[in-house]
Structures are given as C-alpha cells and as structure tokens.
C-alpha cells in the first residue's frame, strides 16, 4: 500500500535523523516566537527540572498492579528525592504532571505497548516513570516540539528520553487514535472514571477566595480600587456574571470571585502587591474562629507552619493589639530566613518564629505566659480540598494525596496513623494554660475530626490546677445567625462552591454556681460548698415552714408558713460550724478559774455582758415577740431573693463564763445559747408536734426566749 510505505519511509528518515534535533528546535524556534505573538499558547514550555520532578513524583504514586497484569516495569520502589525549584510556579507544574501522568496511567501504556515503542532496550526500567510523564507533556502538546531558551540548564536522562519519543511521534500519535476509536471518546478526558471527571469539573468551577491584607490597605480602598477596575459587588456567588465579585457570608475580610478571572486578577496590582491573597476559604474561617476567642491583647500559638498565608492573615486579624503570633516548627535557618522575607513583604511584624516542633514545647514554656488561643492545623488526609495540588503546595502536605484522591479513599492503615498523630497533638494542647484551642482539618472522614475531638475530652487531660475542656459553637463575624449554634462541631462538604472543612473549639469550663465565702477562723476566701446551695434550693422548692410554738401560743391563730430565703439559709449554715466549735471550746473551760484570753479587734462593736443581761431582765416577752413578728415579716418579703451574700460572723471577746443567780452552774453566754437553741428548735420542728398553748405560757420565757443580736 502506497500510503503504509510511505508511513513507514517518513517513520525511518526520523530515526535517522534523531541526532539533528537540536538543529530543529533552533530552525522552528523562531516560527515558534512568532506564533505566540499572533496566538496564545495553551500551556507553557516545561523546563528539564519539571519533568525530574514530576517523574520523581509519580514513582511515588503510580499504581502498582499484580504481577500477572504488569507489562510496563517502573524499576524498584526507591524514589530519589525532589530536586530544589526556586519559583511555585515550576513545582506547581510538577505535581500537576505527575497527577495527569497518574490519571491517565493505563491510557499511556496502552500506547507505549500499541505502538510497539515499549519496551526498549535503550531505555532502563527506572526512566520508565520520566517516559510517562514526558508522553503525556508530549500528546497535550499535540506531539508538537517543545521549544526551549538557551539559558536552561539541560538534564542528560530529559534529553535521551525526549529524543527517543519525537524519534517515534507519529506511531504514539496513531496508538492514540485507535485507542480513542476502540474506546468512542472525543477525547482523552473520556479515559478517566467518574468520578475524577465531576470532582475536576468542580473544581473548575471552584469561586477564588482571597483575604484582604489589612497591614497594607483596608477594606473600603480594596471595593473603591476594585469598582475602578469594572468590578461589581453582588450578593453571592449565584449571581457571578462577568467582572462582579461579593463577601464571604462568614469572614467579613474574604472576597469571592468567579474562576474564570483568575489571570485577570494576578494580574492587578492588588495582588501583586500584596494587598489581596488568594487561599482557600477554610483556612480563613480557622483564623477568625482564634480571633473571635482572644482579648485585646492575648497571645496565639500557630502549632504547625502549614501555610505561611494562615500565620499572616493571623497576624493581619492582631494588627491593632499588642499580640505576638508564635509559629512552631520552623525547623532550619533558610526556611526561616524564607519566610522573615515573605512576612516583610506582606507587612507582618507580629509574628515569632520557633525551631521547635511544638509536641517538643513544654507546656510551662515561659514565652507563653500571655497566650489564651493554640491553632491546631495537623497535617490530614485532605480529601476535603477541592484542588489537591493546592494543599500539598500551601500546606506542606504529602504528594500520596493525589493517589488517595484518584482511588476516592484513604487506606485504613495510613487514616489510622493520621489520627493517632492528630490524638497527640491535640491531648498536648490541653496541657497548655490556654482558654481555648481550635482545631481545623480539610478531612472528610470522623476518624479525623470529631473522633479524634470526642477522644481527646474524654481523655481527661488537663495541666495541674485546670480546668476540664468541653467543645463550643464557632462564632463567625458576620454570621448572625450561625449554622453551629445546635452543633458545637463545624463542618462544611466539598461543593462547587466550597472545599470541605471541618472545625472544632474546646474551651475551659467556668464555675457556674460556686461563690466565695469568707473563712471565719483566718479570714480567708472560700467557695461555698454545692451541700448548702443544694440544701438552700431544696427549702425554697418547698417553700414552707411550720413556725416555732411560741408565735401559735402568742397569737392564738393556726401555725402560719414562710418561705426561708436563700440568703437566710447560707448564713445561717455557714454559723453552724463556728457556733459548735465555740461552744465546745467553751464548755472545757467552764470549770477553769477566768483567764485573760486576747484576740483580734473585732471590725463591729462586740455587745457587752451588761447589755445582755439588762436585755434578759428588763425586756417583756410581747417586745421580744413584736421584734420576732418584724423580722419574719421582713424575710417574708425578700423571698424572692436568691443572691448569695457573703457574710463575716465576729465574734465578741470570750468571757468568763456566767455565774447562774440561784447557784454556782456554769452556763454558756446569752448570744451562744441563742444561736444553739435556734439550731435545736430548728431539728425538731418537723419531728416534735407543737405543745399545748398553757405548756408553751408556761416555758415562753424561760426555754423560747429569743433576744436579737
């Protein structure tokens, strides 16, 4: 066939001229120049060092398959380590390389081994990762050439494996077709599962979210400066249409934009200078759930560097307090010299960088004297992240995140080792002397989030002399009516309009019922104990008291009930105890001759001995009743009271004991043996029915005799 030889003849003149192929690029490279000044490129030129990178990364992940199923060796399981690119924007090439060579894996060796250019003597097992990335680069490139400067730095395993497949492109480029015709796609999108194609549309589709710095501009220059530039403000993100934009329902500092203005925005000075950072939405939500919990001028601790834009829209939210925002985990001095530059640059001048890891941090550490909130951002799954290559590049997270996101699940032994990690962390937050910790992951899985919190309360850790945690809502700025107000836990599912995120705050328990007292005997503050406010409540539920016999006997009227008022019960019981202890003290000396005793100057004048007794001779039992009458009447009408008040019994000086007038039996002083009869009549009036009314005649003066202090 005329057309098969000739094929085959066109096929052989490339083989034979693969040395010439640097002459090719430098012959095309200026047709090439002149093409892009009339059309613009859809991808730009990779650089030897991506594909390094990206093959590296894909060893990692690529899928393995049993033995019997595997045609295409990719060497042993050692992956060299990545090699060092300056700019985001090169190592951003190489993840999303890597994950393009890993979804469409099955796809590229069908073509390798369809196209009979696999396997190849020439190329040894452990090239055979850089070979499917470079094929892949070479298929989204149309199998055209790539055109390279001068300057680059040219890498020799890049060269061979380049040369090796322009040397074959028309045979990969006709696998291709017939794979396409085998499997009636359009396209090689159509190669991937389901799932992948939605979760890739999503985020597609995904708002940008950006913060604004307010080190360097405030929120009315950023809207003034954004309607100058034909942006308009709109409600929310349903009604995106063109330049428009609107506020994050949640942080009052977030803006959203539709993704399709994404080089638009790069673009601005407002983000070239460093006035609007882009980052995903969760973050910002964790930094404002820290600031809503701090005072004016309370410390916070960033346990993990993570992302260096959460440590500065930390420090920008503390822009107008004397805050200091600790980092932990900066581990060497480039990292840190890295990141002083990229703080100064945004502004940020409140920030401390720590070496240590912060499990290494002594929860006593004396830099930490002023800090109320620790952020805890552990590293996780991530499955919650719309865009993966996103959060290993701005988190620090681990490139087997783009495996888990291809297969739509984590395994049970790596979820498993997360969670025990996060358990740890999070029980070595409670040691701190902090009010609260906030705990933030990208997770979509419980074993991550709320296990790990509900774990770590029932733990029972706490630092000496502190509180127990228990979880609390969110608060959110801007949220007057927030969704977490049933649920102390915040989560938010990956949508089209939002990654997953999932939030939790545990916050110190306060006393709710406990009250200081004061301590009779030394004058110290006391808690009231919960026996007496118990005791208290219980009288009040009844709210009734049967009154002494004395009053029945008195009045001639059926025995009348009072409620005892909170504040009646607690001093009375607080008494109880020193009256008891007095009059024990007491009764050893009684048959002791008077001995001066000195104590402290009393804070009320004492009632002398001879105010009482002239009480005892000269008061008639109607004035002592109508006094009882007034008293009663007077707690009656604060029944409703409840406040506890804190009341300081003073003792008068101790006497000798008193002299009986009909012989030589020592007796207690009037003012004790008050208190001791009210306590007695007290206990029995449920138990003894009242007596007679000539019974109680009788014995009014002598047994219910009640004078007022």
């Not at 070239?272 to 404002?288: E, I, N, P, W, Y």
């Not at 993990?304 to 440590?311: A, E, Q």
Request: charged share 25%.
């Amino acid at each position: 066939m005329p057309c098969s030889s000739n094929l085959a003849s066109f096929c052989e003149d490339v083989g034979n001229n693969a040395s010439d192929l640097n002459g090719m690029r430098t012959s095309e490279e200026k047709g090439a120049v002149e093409k892009r000044t009339m059309t613009p490129i859809k991808k730009e030129v990779c650089h030897d060092s991506v594909y390094i990178n990206a093959a590296r990364i894909f060893q990692g992940i690529h899928n393995k398959k049993p033995k019997a199923r595997t045609l295409v060796q990719y060497g042993d399981d050692s992956v060299s380590p990545l090699l060092t690119l300056t700019d985001e924007y090169s190592q951003r090439l190489s993840y999303e390389l890597a994950f393009n060579a890993l979804k469409y894996q099955d796809l590229l060796e069908e073509i390798l081994l369809d196209s009979h250019v696999y396997p190849c003597h020439s190329i040894p097992d452990e090239l055979t990762s850089l070979l499917l990335v470079m094929l892949y680069d070479l298929q989204d490139r149309k199998f055209e050439v790539r055109v390279i400067s001068d300057e680059e730095e040219s890498i020799a395993e890049v060269q061979q494996i380049e040369q090796f497949l322009y040397r074959f492109r028309i045979k990969l480029a006709a696998a291709l077709a017939r794979c396409r015709v085998k499997y009636k796609t359009f396209s090689i999108e159509y190669f991937l599962p389901e799932t992948i194609r939605k979760h890739e549309q999503r985020v597609s589709a995904l708002p940008l979210c950006a913060w604004i710095n307010t080190f360097k501009t405030s929120l009315q220059d950023v809207f003034r400066d954004l309607k100058s530039k034909g942006f308009t403000e709109v409600e929310s993100v349903s009604d995106f249409k063109g330049y428009t934009y609107c506020l994050d329902q949640h942080c009052h500092d977030v803006l959203l934009f539709p993704s399709s203005l994404k080089d638009e925005l790069l673009n601005l000075d407002l983000f070239a200078d460093g006035k609007l950072l882009l980052q995903d939405k969760s973050r910002s939500l964790a930094v404002h759930s820290v600031q809503a919990l701090l005072s004016t001028d309370g410390d916070v601790i960033v346990a993990h560097l993570g992302s260096h834009l959460t440590v500065a829209h930390m420090s920008a939210l503390r822009n107008h307090s004397r805050s200091t925002v600790f980092v932990c985990g900066v581990k060497t001095s480039a990292k840190e010299s890295e990141l002083r530059d990229l703080f100064n640059h945004m502004g940020c001048t409140n920030i401390q960088l720590l070496n240590e890891d912060f499990t290494e941090i002594a929860p006593k550490d004396s830099r930490f004297k002023n800090a109320e909130v620790i952020l805890l951002t552990p590293q996780c799954s991530g499955l919650g992240f719309s865009n993966p290559i996103d959060f290993i590049l701005t988190e620090h997270g681990d490139a087997g995140l783009l495996k888990d996101l291809y297969q739509g699940s984590v395994s049970k032994d790596k979820l498993c080792s997360l969670a025990e990690r996060q358990l740890n962390e999070l029980m070595h937050a409670m040691k701190f002397e902090v009010k609260s910790i906030v705990y933030c992951t990208s997770s979509i899985y419980q074993e991550e989030n709320e296990l790990v919190v509900k774990k770590a309360l029932e733990s029972n850790v706490k630092g000496k002399k502190l509180k127990q945690f228990r979880p609390i809502p969110p608060i959110f700025p801007k949220c007057s009516n927030p969704e977490s107000c049933a649920d102390p836990f915040f989560k938010i599912e990956p949508s089209e309009v939002s990654s997953g995120c999932f939030l939790a705050i545990i916050a110190r328990e306060t006393s709710s019922k406990s009250t200081a007292a004061t301590d009779i005997s030394a004058h110290t503050a006391a808690t009231i104990p919960d026996s007496i406010l118990g005791k208290a409540k219980e009288e009040k539920e009844q709210g009734k008291v049967t009154q002494c016999a004395s009053d029945t006997a008195r009045t001639g009227l059926e025995p009348k009930t009072a409620e005892v008022s909170h504040r009646e019960a607690v001093s009375t019981t607080n008494a109880a105890a020193a009256v008891s202890k007095a009059a024990s003290k007491l009764k050893k000396k009684a048959n002791q001759p008077p001995s001066p005793v000195q104590l402290k100057k009393p804070t009320i004048k004492p009632v002398s001995d001879t105010g009482l007794s002239k009480v005892q001779k000269h008061t008639s039992v109607g004035k002592v009743h109508e006094k009882q009458t007034k008293a009663r009447k007077a707690h009656s009408e604060h029944r409703k009271t409840l406040t506890v008040n804190i009341v300081e019994i003073i003792f008068p000086p101790v006497l000798s004991p008193h002299v009986h007038p009909q012989g030589n039996q020592a007796r207690m002083p009037a003012h004790i043996s008050l208190l001791q009869s009210r306590q007695r009549n007290r206990s029995l009036r449920d138990r003894v029915p009242p007596p007679s009314e000539s019974k109680v005649v009788k014995e009014t003066v002598l047994r219910n005799y009640r004078p007022r202090l």
